[in-house]
């Protein structure tokens, strides 16, 4: 299987905001949302989000055409955001760049799944849901494809992300068979035991200080990517992702300090290293401020790999297909993958609002078409009122119908990873 293919949409907007009022937007907007639930039967179609990095290269897997992948100034297709309200904070590219589109019946954008959760929380997350937690759907879904390993790096946790007015980035993984792993199918996690055990958190600074080699590395280990499982990784971890195609869920941020400065042959830009820096902390701290970023028990931990490594967890279903957690062990998203195997009928329902990949095969979800392998047939989001209620899943195709489920913050109760002391 490859992933979607296709294209980056055609914009076409619902509205002028430059010159309609604020109130009369919103109900312009309200309205449409209205009109495509209930043409929809309470489903949206989205349209894909492709999203533009200028660190790594591409790894050329989701099915565009070769000369897709490189777009100059803007550095190259590297990832394609899914069922996503957020915005990449890229220096270069356009001001939508990782917002997913909701297109009409006959396939034409209409507007962005931010612009409608914003417009009308309640429609698509439910009234109870909306109302406690203001900051919409509150995580996002990724496919990862690059050629080369993303620099090692860390998510500032809350305490520091809040100073920029942003969120913290728990993320988790999870490495799908069947696809080509890359050259690098390993990720570097954390820092080597010892450096914690006996406080030498300053062996980390004169690579942060001397930035022009990617031997920081050193100091930390790596796991191997291994299909149909993955890991999680809290705010505050040290992590340097390999090159498996990867589906990632994490919260609803882009907010990170590179640490490695050579990278797929090049120096990185340092300024990368500050990204999330106040200029009064940089100022007055330099590049000892972003140590403050690591947790240090979390990243020196013995048994990193026991206590954060997801296997699929599996899930009492009808009957009609089999599903398992694939992203657990936290109240801040989850995720499910469910397969139907061929002529199959599955019955869902939800605990609430969710977006969906249809990674291989063909069928109907809640009476939509969908292919895996065509971006305009695999991206859907499910409202709360859908998803709670009983809704169908059909297998049309001769092989597998093969899907992804991602949930936002306290959806579900999930299953828990045992704590391994030693």
Known sequence: MRPAAGGPPTVISCYDESSAPLGLALFVVKELVEELLNDGGGVLRLAPAFVARDLVPPGRRFGLPEEAYDLGERGYLCERWLGSTTKADNRIGPDDE???RIVDPSGRPRLTLREAVAADPAAIMGAAYAASHPQGLGRLAKLLDYGARIPYHIHPPQRFAELLGRRS??????????VDAGPHPETFFGVHPWIVREGAYDV?????????????????????????????????VLHGPGTALTVE???????????QALNAGRIIDKELLFHDVRPADREAHGERFPLNFVEWELNGD????????????????????????????????????LVVPPGGRHTAAENGVYSILVWSGSGTYCGHDVRGGDADRDELLVSHAAATAAHPVENTGDGDLVIFKFFGPDVNDTPSIRRYEG
């Open 169 to 178: 980035k728990d993320e988790a993984y999870y490495f799908p068979a069947g």
């Open 98 to 100: 990782g917002l997913s």
């Open 249 to 259: 869920l994490q919260e609803d941020s882009d907010v990170f300090a590179m640490f």
């Open 302 to 337: 013995p048994y990193f790999y026991e206590n954060n490594h997801l296997s699929p967890q599996p899930v009492e279903t009808d009957g009609g297909g089999e599903e398992w957690w694939i992203f657990y062990n936290t109240p801040k998203f989850s995720g499910k993958k």
């Open 204 to 236: 980390m600074l004169p690579y942060l200080v001397d930035w022009d080699s990617d031997l920081i590395l050193r100091h930390s280990r790596a796991e191997l990517q291994v299909p149909d499982e993955g890991f999680q990784v809290p705010s505050g």
